[in-house]
């Protein structure tokens, strides 16, 4: 297992390549073309609504539970202050492509503190090597320590239907 320096190292240059734009937005362009499948069930396109444009905004995130086809959670991985979070909030009801499905209705819940919690702790349970990663990555963007007691805000999208 990497070592925590190492782990901090490459933790730092994913979180310079987070803020790469161009290299962010390759996956929306591989949902575009009907490739999305190819991410399976663990990343999902959000279509969204700017708050003040109104305009429809996207983005890939990771899904970190659920039970899909009938729900996918993420984490924001900037916090409070991710622009998806902030519209999403504002207007809960967005489309979702995940696997094959595309272009499904959702609403958007912010799920408690504790819900939150439980959802976290049974990521790093069934993956612990994954979650080191994605804790230095979140460290690094947020500036603060992170733990399943502690960690940015978690949604769940419940796709219509269900």
Same mark, same amino acid.
């Given at each position: ?24 937005r390759l996956p929306i362009q591989a949902y575009r073309v009907g490739a999305g499948w190819m991410f399976g069930s663990r990343l999902l396109l959000l279509h969204?609504?700017?708050? *003040? ?6 983005? =890939? #995130?990771?899904? +970190? !539970? ?5 729900? %996918?959670? $993420? ?10 979070? *902030? ?6 009801? =967005? #489309?979702?492509? +995940? !696997? ?5 209705? %959702?609403? $958007? ?54």
């Amino acid at each position: 297992m990497p070592s925590e320096s190492f782990r901090t190292s490459v933790g730092a240059g994913v979180t310079t390549l987070l803020r790469r734009r161009v290299l962010v937005r390759l996956p929306i362009q591989a949902y575009r073309v009907g490739a999305g499948w190819m991410f399976g069930s663990r990343l999902l396109l959000l279509h969204h609504t700017g708050r *003040r444009s109104g305009r429809t905004r996207h983005v =890939v #995130l990771e899904v +970190i !539970g659920g039970t899909p086809p009938d729900t %996918a959670v $993420v984490m924001s991985g900037f916090g409070e202050r991710a622009q998806w979070y *902030r519209n999403v909030k504002v207007d809960p009801r =967005v #489309l979702v492509s +995940i !696997g094959r499905l595309r272009d499904r209705p %959702a609403l $958007v819940r912010v799920l408690s503190a504790d819900e939150a919690r439980s959802v976290l702790v049974e990521y790093r349970r069934h993956h612990p090597h994954t979650w080191s990663w994605i804790r230095v990555v979140l460290e690094r963007s947020l500036g603060q320590t992170v733990t399943v007691d502690d960690a940015p805000p978690v949604v769940e999208f419940r796709l219509d239907g269900s």
